[in-house]
Structure formats: C-alpha cells, structure tokens
C-alpha cells in the first residue's frame, strides 16, 4: 500500500537548559533538563519521501528513580539507548503505519535497555519506563513525517483510509470491530485549562522567597494565579509526612482564595500528587478525610489524586485503590506501561489514566483507547516538556475526548526553552486567561515543526 512507509535516515542530538528554579519530587530537587531532539526521512512504498522530527525531556529523575544507580549513570545510559534505538529503526524492514512501527521497535528499546545496563555495569537494570521515554521523540518524528508525507495533520492520519488494523490487532480480542479514529478527535478541543504545578519548594508568598531570582516572572503562587489566569493547581505533597501534605494544601487554598477573590473567580480547581511517596492506601485516606473535615472547600476543589503509592502495581497489591476512589478519582500515572498494567489498576481500583507524550504517541493514543472503553478519568501529565514536546504534549491532550485538563510546566521552570516558539504559538505559551488555545495545533504531523 502506497501509505506504509519505512524510515530510511535518522539522527538525534541532545540539549541541556538549566531550570530557572528547582523542582522537587519523589525526595528528589531537580535542576536540569537535557532534551532528546530527532530528526527522521521516511519513504513511502511509492518512492515519496517525508522529514520528521520529535523532542522530549529524558526526565531521568522521574522515568528511573534510583538509589543504586546516579543521576549522571541514569542519563548515560538513556542516552546510549538512544543509539541503538536509532540503529534499530534503520534495520527495521518492515514498511506499516507509525503505529505498527512503533509497536514493533518499542519491544526492541525494552531489549535494548536491558542490554545498555549490562554493557555499562550497572547495578540495577533500565526500568521499562525509561525505555519508553528514550523511544518517544523517535516515535513521535516518525508520526510527523507521516502526517507530512500525506499532506496532513497527523490526527487525520489515524482513520480506516490508512490506518487497516483495528484495535484488537493491538489490544486483543476484546476490541474486535473497534478503530483507533473513533477515540481521537481529528479537530482539536479548541481551548483547555491549564495545570500550574505547585512545586514542594515553591514558594506560595513573598515570605517563603528567600532568595529572589529577579527574572521578572513571577516568584509565588499569588502572583502566577493573575499572571497566567490560573484556575488549576497541581499540588506536590511529600507523601511521608501528613500533617506537612495537609498543610500544605491548607496554605494553597489560603493563597489561591485570596487571589481569586481579587480577581472575581468563583471556582477553580486542584490536583493532588505525591509521586509515589504514600505508605499505603490509608494515609492517602486519612489526609483526604482529614481535607475534608478542615476545609470543605479545599477538598470539594480536588479534582483527582495521582499516583499515591509504589509503581511497580504487581509488587504492591495490597494498596487498592477501591475506598481512595469513593473520595476522589485515583490516576496511575508512572504504573502506566501498556494495556495490562492498565487492567491491572482498574482491578485495584484505579479510576483514572494520567497520558503522556514521553511514552511515545503510538503507545499513548491505544491507551487512551483503551481507557476510554473502561470508562476511566482521563488526563494528560507533563514532563516539564517545553518548545516542540509541549506543542506535542498539547496536542495530544487537545484530541483525546475526554481529558479533562493539561499540565504544562516548562513556562515556570525552563522558559528559556520555550522563547523560539513563542512567536509562532501564543496561544500555547502564553497563557493569560488559564487556559490554552490548543485550535492552534493545526499544522502538518504533529504541528510544531513547519
């Protein structure tokens, strides 16, 4: 068929920002982002040729917390996954839609890490979330030129006319007869709230800044809510310690009520994450119950929790999430590796799916699929992603049915990043009324690259 393609070049290099202020989470004050930029030609089985690119953050810190194994150790080795990944695309053979070729060289970066680990002496593996990470920005410029080969958008590129395979192709028998086109939106959802991130180090008023940084941006969370507009904050809790957690948001709802008084805004909204941190299912419980009791306004705001307790779901079974759900939604975020994780949550009594770029826009759209036919909440996370990988993190977020908001959070910390495509996307990048103008992500593939 003249719409399968193969790639036939690829290249990728690297660029490191420092943040413009720390973030922390899972115990952890992060400082620097290093960005994992392809570029890719495919040709189609007709002889036409199309050039792609993708971008992500390799978010190490996040994608492999370890505490065998160093940050610089775990970026190397995401690095050096990113040569064989590479290599392995170009001996892939085999011509398909971008999702078929994603499936297939996802299972390969999976082998591939295990064998980057090894080489390197390391005294932990590559955890599949890394690898997944690493393979993104090479998925993701493979869908760009797909779209571009075809003269489209590439949310125009996942109907019946050149995407044959139905879900159970991917998902198994239980989608027979089902297409990926009926849980995407070819348009997307004109405008989205964004999520500000409320970091464990942020500051929320002039008190806590000890050291301004004088940048002309703002410093607090009481002056990102009227400069931005915001009307939703994801918070970061600790996760061991209760009465800080709960404190915490106490001291959020302080400063947000203050300022949206100011500003005349009646609701808004929080999300509540602790990266993993709680013990067990009963603190998330009893800090939800005790937000409860000590402002009801606080806890009516809440609109999902994230990820509470230990990723690795099978490790872990005993922290279900039945009686966290009744409270609020509870969303795997970092368990979320492929569609039996994803039933694997539900049966523990998961309630949401958080989706994201970084695990590559073949494996997020069958997710999201899949998540909508369980009928979970749905949301789409950041990895403090800015420029190119935020214009695809919104994109996908802009046409999936269903998501209720977008995190996005590379403004806060790494602006400097995002200045090149402010120009071109201001509706992405600057945001003043909370929400962000994703009509504008129209253009070719994936739509950040002309």
């Known amino acids: 068929m003249p719409a399968e393609i193969r790639v036939v070049e690829i290249s990728f290099d690297t660029e490191d920002f420092q943040y413009r202020t720390p973030i922390k989470f899972g115990g952890v004050a992060l400082d620097r982002a ?8 495919v040709r189609a089985s007709d002889g036409r040729t199309a050039r792609g690119r993708g971008s992500m953050p ?31 695309i170009l001996a892939y053979s085999d011509c398909g839609h971008p999702v ?41 410029a493979i869908h760009d ?95 061991d310690d209760a009465g800080w957690d709960l404190e915490r948001i106490l001291g959020v709802e302080r400063v947000a009520t203050e300022a949206q008084a100011k500003r005349g805004v009646p609701r808004w909204f929080y999300s509540l994450d602790f990266n993993e941190r709680c013990p067990n299912v009963d ?55 492929d569609l039996e994780s994803l039933h694997l ?5 998961y309630t949401g799916a958080a989706l994201k770029a970084c695990k590559g826009q073949s494996q997020s759209l069958l997710m999201a699929a899949a998540a909508q036919t369980m009928g979970l909440f749905l949301c789409v996370q950041d990895l403090t992603c800015p420029g190119a990988s935020l214009i695809h993190s919104a994109g996908l977020a802009a046409h999936v049915p269903g998501v209720a908001a ?25 945001v003043n009324d909370g929400m962000m103008k994703t009509q504008e992500l129209t253009g070719l593939g994936l739509g950040a690259y002309e």
């Open 34 to 41: 290093t960005i994992l930029n392809v570029a890719c030609v």
């Open 58 to 88: 390799l978010g190490n810190v996040w994608a492999w917390p370890s505490k065998v194994v160093g940050y610089d150790s775990t970026l190397g080795a995401m690095k050096a996954l990113s040569e064989d990944i590479a290599h392995d």
């Open 100 to 140: 078929d070729v994603a499936i297939e060289l996802e299972k390969d970066a999976r082998r591939n890490a295990e064998h980057v680990s090894s080489a390197m002496s390391l005294p932990e593996g590559m955890p599949p979330l890394a690898a997944m990470v690493v393979a993104s920005p090479f998925d993701a």
């Open 145 to 239: 030129a797909y779209g571009k080969l075809h003269g489209l958008n590439c949310y125009h590129t996942y109907g019946r006319d050149l995407l044959p395979h139905n879900l159970d192709h991917y998902l198994g028998a239980d989608f027979r007869g089902r297409h990926l086109s009926e849980f995407v939106r070819r348009e997307p959802e004109p405008r989205l709230p964004l999520y500000h991130l409320v970091g464990a180090v942020d500051p929320l008023t002039s008190a806590d800044v000890n050291k301004p940084i004088g940048d002309g941006l703002p410093e607090t969370l009481g002056e990102w809510i009227p400069f931005n507009g915001l009307t939703h904050l994801k918070i970061k809790l600790n996760g």
């Open 283 to 337: 603190y998330l419980i009893d800090l939800l119950n005790r937000l409860r009791e000590g402002s009801p306004s606080a806890f009516d705001r809440v609109q999902y929790v994230e990820q509470p307790t230990k990723r690795d779901l099978k490790a872990d079974r005993g922290n279900v999430m039945h009686a966290a759900s009744k409270l609020k939604p509870v969303v795997i975020d970092e368990s979320l590796l």
């Open 345 to 349: 949550a539900r049966e523990m009594g």
């Open 406 to 430: 977008i995190e996005a959070n590379s403004r806060q910390y790494c602006p400097a990043a995002n200045r090149p495509w402010e120009e071109r996307f201001p509706g992405i990048f600057r």
